[in-house]
Nanobody, 118 residues
Framework: QVHLVESGGGLVQPGGSLRLSCAAS????????MGWYRQAPGKQRELVAT??????????NYADSVKGRFSISRDNAKNKVYLQMNRLRPEDTAVYYC?????????WGQGTQVTVSS
């Protein structure tokens, strides 16, 4: 079984920064596809960023709304994935969720609240 725990959320002013962390249990983290998703009040959950390892390095993908502002990274030795969020805007306000996936199963964290407001 794999358990995910997010942290790092909070209240920040527009233009500010936050770094989210996701700690995973289990022994298959290094082989897993990881992603960050978010869900704003009254909205459907949406993809924010993904990261995966390939033989030539690491590949990442970002939603257009966060491209150039957010950066996803992972530390396989620590079983952690991060989301660095810069130049935050009020529309970034949402609960952010960490997701781990393999070809056979997926696991979700409980989420961490990010609020961008003056």
């Amino acid at each position: 079984q794999v358990h995910l725990v997010e942290s790092g959320g909070g209240l920040v002013q527009p233009g500010g920064s936050l770094r989210l962390s996701c700690a995973a249990s289990g022994s298959i983290f290094s082989l897993s596809f990881m992603g960050w998703y978010r869900q704003a009040p009254g909205k459907q959950r949406e993809l924010v960023a993904t990261i995966s390892s390939v033989s030539s390095g690491t590949t990442t993908n970002y939603a257009d709304s966060v491209k150039g502002r957010f950066s996803i990274s992972r530390d396989n030795a620590k079983n952690k994935v991060y989301l660095q969020m810069n130049r935050l805007r009020p529309e970034d306000t949402a609960v952010y969720y960490c997701r781990l996936a393999t070809p056979t199963f997926q696991s979700w964290g409980q989420g961490t609240q990010v609020t961008v407001s003056s």
